[in-house]
């Protein structure tokens, strides 16, 4: 009698451990799917960055042989900066939103400037839209430009033309980045317990 029951017994353990087994499948197959779903996102999520960071950029422009003096503030870099649109590229009333020099300074060399456009419009003079391409300023003071694909550019036909591609804000770019780092700590999640019951049912 107890041998029939110890049979019964182990005939439910084994309908209990098949059970179990059907589940897992089931939540592993969920799981992998969830996997590949997440990594879609983070692939379009990684696109998106790329673009935005590239559209950012576009807006900048990077200016070589600006003198700069000791203890310079970014607030004096403006100023030259400005001078520079006015009297070199005959570009006026541009608003500037930030500049900033390039790295650090070393002896008596001035560093590049890094000048942010604030907003896209029509300016009157000299400029038109180009390519990554470096146009020099004034041979004399060895100043020169390198514009982004939407930035301003030395335009020998004089003729005024609009600015493109307004710029995208930080806070998008900030926004998305964190989204994309949060799908990606998921995915490591999912994965990490897929592999852990893949080593459980072996």
Excluded at 22 to 28: D, G, I, M, S
Excluded at 32 to 52: A, F, G, W
Excluded at 141 to 146: K, P, R, S
Excluded at 171 to 199: D, G, K, P, S
């Amino acid at each position: 009698m107890r041998a029939i029951e110890e049979i019964d017994d182990l005939k439910q353990e084994i309908k209990q451990h098949n059970h179990d087994k059907t589940v897992n499948k089931v939540t592993f197959k969920k799981l992998q799917d969830d996997l590949q779903t997440r990594e879609k996102q983070v692939d379009i999520l990684q696109e998106s960055c790329n673009n935005l960071e590239d559209i950012s950029r576009r807006n900048n422009l990077q200016i070589t042989g600006l003198d700069e003096c000791p203890g310079e503030t970014w607030e004096q870099t403006t100023t030259k900066v400005t001078k520079l649109m006015d009297d070199k590229l005959q570009l006026h009333n541009v608003a500037i939103e930030r500049t900033h020099r390039v790295g650090q300074h070393q002896g008596q060399r001035s560093r590049s400037v890094i000048a942010q456009l604030s907003r896209q419009g029509s300016y009157t003079g000299g400029i038109g839209t180009a390519g990554h391409e470096t146009f020099e300023v004034d041979p004399s003071d060895n100043i020169a430009v390198l514009g982004g694909a939407s930035c301003p550019a030395a335009d020998p036909s004089g003729q005024a033309a609009d600015l493109v591609r307004p710029a995208v804000g930080a806070l998008m770019l900030h926004q998305t980045v964190l989204a994309l780092m949060l799908l990606v700590a998921q995915c490591r999640q999912i994965e990490n317990f897929l592999n852990a019951e893949q080593e459980n049912n072996r």
